[in-house]
């Protein structure tokens, strides 16, 4: 099987000189990989250099979707677009799953618009990996759901756990709820009702999951609306960025603390290896019936590979018809339920 | 002027002998203070020593507020515990402030129950401080109420920058709103009409402050409701704990680390200092009729000593007053607006 993954090239701060040199890497260390770049064919050419024999394309899209656009009028406006024209490729099955580092917004609008949800799921959920003491999270939505519904919050549980149970092969990741506090009577209402829903859905809930929870690995897969997981994750973005800045500071303060630095640089660097932002780096656009990640604007060539990596293992494992299955499942065993 | 702070020496995870020996420290350091020492006495008296010359007293209080006692039982059940006790001598004014390590919730509900709230202030909220890159930003609420209207969050925002104006002697300090973008259009329905509030206060209003700005310093206040606030907090808690470990783990990984460990400790202290979440401990309970600094539980006495530090600054620069000023005139404000 071959995974094909259509890449809108002119998205993210950096644009084509990010994206095509991410690609070309992308191609050179599958075998079982081929690449759709998407774009204007002017600016990507000049990225791209000597492609014979590596797997992949350019597929022309004229416009461009500006990170500030409305998502309503990217939609009506640029059919042209390397965003519009990548999921296209998508829609239409010559391409297994689309990566942008552009607009999320818009992103998320044309996806939905292009791409339609998956049966049983009302909205997409952005599903980001975060690092914690003992491996990582999946935490759901990051911002794509600012109010969110109870039965909202048990559908972004179920496609969290299907993710994980698919890429990781594993049968039953456990799922924890965001919450203020480790007791039930804890949290405002909806939270207090999602949680309910979670117990009863077969899923392997274990409850509330505070925010140090989160970095302590308390759950595997942690839901979440989109309002609170956005403001976490960006909170903890500012936080790493400056107990770096601090960090740098302190080093730099003098000769002797120089000297320091140049002893402990080896550690340093394996440290920051361990929370390297670039190794988390792809969000998935989770619902929707097809495979769409997100990568942060301001990612690198490292970090929009690591983007391209993770929507092959989405398309390897197969996480669309888990998701799909589990969704039908879930309704089933509701209609069951309701029928006793 | 004499500053009288009643303490809750039962509260906190390590009783008697934090709360007390930080006690000591307190008025050892500073001239105008007296302590009120409240809970069981022959559980205070071996931490107490020679105390002549000291201006502190023992007050017996019977009873103790558990960690995990329900609010609604503390406060009909424990009419003589050693938080009523002490809130019970703000309420009286032989104590101008409280400061107590136990049981959040039952703090909220007691101290609402004995002080009741500033006029024109619907809830209480819970303000601590957070360091930035360029100082400290105050943030409220962090988990007094997980529902908040946009009224509400005005009344945060000008509680916040009493505070702030009245501590820190700033005429007008900024206030932002938390929120998942900085465009106007971005957040939740709550969050934008706010907004419009705010925008129309009076107060130095800076608009939409994202999770990372929190630690950028975009504003010197920063208002939330207490959900998302208390997730962002102990999210970043729970994030230092991960990268603190983690450091550890690569400083002790042989001997050549351990090394490096050795050469880089005066740098490594120095950071931890500037980050060091004891310089932060105390929170205040910002709305009520008198003051009451809440410590984190696990605090030692360095810790609960700074919780101390806070509440007298509290009295001395007159925060209660400017407050309910500030709310008054706001009021005047709206009344003149409608008649309008």
């Not at 709820?177 to 009863?200: M, P, Q, S």
């Not at 990612?299 to 018809?321: H, I, K, Q, T, Y």
């Amino acid at each position: 099987m071959t995974v094909t993954v259509a890449i809108d090239c002119m998205g993210g701060d950096h644009g084509p000189e990010v994206t095509v040199r991410a690609a070309l890497e992308f191609v050179r260390k599958h075998d079982d990989v081929r690449a759709i770049l998407v774009g204007i064919e002017e600016k990507i050419h000049p990225f791209l250099g000597n492609v014979d024999g590596l797997s992949l394309v350019v597929r022309h899209a004229s416009e461009v979707v500006t990170m500030d656009e409305s998502p309503a009028l990217a939609i009506r406006n640029k059919k042209d677009s390397s965003m519009r024209v990548a999921l296209d490729l998508v829609k239409s099955g010559e391409a297994d799953a689309c990566v942008s580092a552009g607009n999320t917004g818009a992103l998320m609008a044309i996806s939905r618009f292009v791409l339609k949800m998956l049966p049983g799921i009302d909205r997409p959920a952005i599903c980001a990996i975060l690092p914690t003491v003992s491996g990582h999270v999946h935490v759901l939505d990051l911002g794509a759901n600012v109010d969110c519904s109870p039965e909202h919050l048990l559908q972004f549980g179920i496609m969290g756990a299907s993710l994980v149970g698919a890429i990781e092969h594993k049968d039953r990741p456990t799922v924890g709820i965001l919450n203020i506090g480790e007791e039930d009577i804890k949290g405002n209402d909806v939270v207090k009702r999602a949680a309910d829903l979670l117990k009863d859905s077969g899923l392997n809930f274990v409850g509330n999951v505070e925010g140090d929870g989160l970095f302590k690995g308390d759950a595997e897969v942690v839901v979440c609306d989109g309002f609170v997981g956005n403001v976490a994750l960006k909170a903890s973005e500012g936080l790493v960025q400056m107990l770096a800045s601090f960090l740098r500071q302190e080093f730099g303060r003098n000769l002797l603390t120089r000297f320091a630095a140049l002893v402990a640089l080896p550690v340093v660097r394996h440290f920051k290896h361990r929370v390297d932002p670039r190794r988390y780096n792809g969000a998935c656009l989770l619902g929707l019936r097809g495979i769409v990640l997100k990568s942060h604007g301001s990612a690198d060539v490292l970090s929009f590979d690591n983007a391209l990596d993770r929507a092959a293992d989405m398309v390897r494992s197969g996480v669309l018809e888990r998701i799909a299955l589990r969704v039908a499942q879930q309704a089933g065993q509701q209609a069951n339920q309701e029928s006793i």
